[in-house]
């Protein structure tokens, strides 16, 4: 197989790299800054209000960015001269990928249950914090959400270094 145009290569490594910064990007930015703030100095139905518009901009933006990332990175891997085949793990560069696509799934899966189970949930249980109904499992599912946010953020960190490992093979 030829290997493909220089040019070509370059804009789905440069399409991969923009659709990790932003995925990632946006989870540490939702992490580390925007949700623990919100939680501390806005109201119920601020918070409320804020979950809806994050859920609504940021969500279909990281799940364009999760298929970018399988389609470059399908790309990528097979234009690789160390890529033998699927599930060819021969050397240190196939394993480190095939490890790096089982975390990808993982990720995957959380973010999932970040977006259609959990923060529908929280933004449920706002709602009814603010209309003065019961709100005993909003607590539980604030510890929920950030657990999954940092198994996500951990998750990306090994998927870095697995890439790094690999860049290096």
């Known amino acids: 197989m030829s290997s493909p145009p220089v040019w070509a290569l370059s804009l789905i490594?440069?399409?991969h790299m923009l659709a990790t910064v932003v995925w990632?990007?946006?989870?540490?930015?939702l992490s580390f800054l925007v949700l623990p703030s919100a939680k501390r100095i806005l109201e119920p139905a601020a918070y409320s209000r804020?979950?809806?518009g994050l859920?609504?901009?940021l969500y279909p933006l990281s799940w364009l960015c999760l298929v970018v990332l399988l389609g470059t990175g399908l790309f990528q891997m097979s234009a690789n001269p160390n890529y033998q085949g699927l599930l060819a793990i021969s050397n240190r560069w196939s394993a480190a990928i095939f490890i790096k696509h089982l975390v990808f799934l993982a990720m995957t899966a959380t973010s999932a249950?970040?977006?259609?189970?959990?923060?529908?949930q929280l933004r449920r249980a706002a709602l009814r914090r603010t209309r003065q109904l019961d709100g005993t499992d909003e607590q539980r599912l604030h510890r929920r959400e950030a657990l999954l946010l940092s198994l996500n953020l951990m998750l990306a960190i090994v998927i870095l270094a697995l890439?790094?490992?690999a860049r290096v093979s």
């Open 50 to 52: 804020l979950l809806d």
């Open 163 to 165: 890439t790094a490992l």
């Open 13 to 15: 490594y440069w399409l």
């Open 55 to 57: 859920q609504r901009r």
């Open 113 to 120: 249950a970040l977006s259609w189970w959990v923060l529908p």
């Open 24 to 29: 990632i990007g946006g989870l540490a930015a």
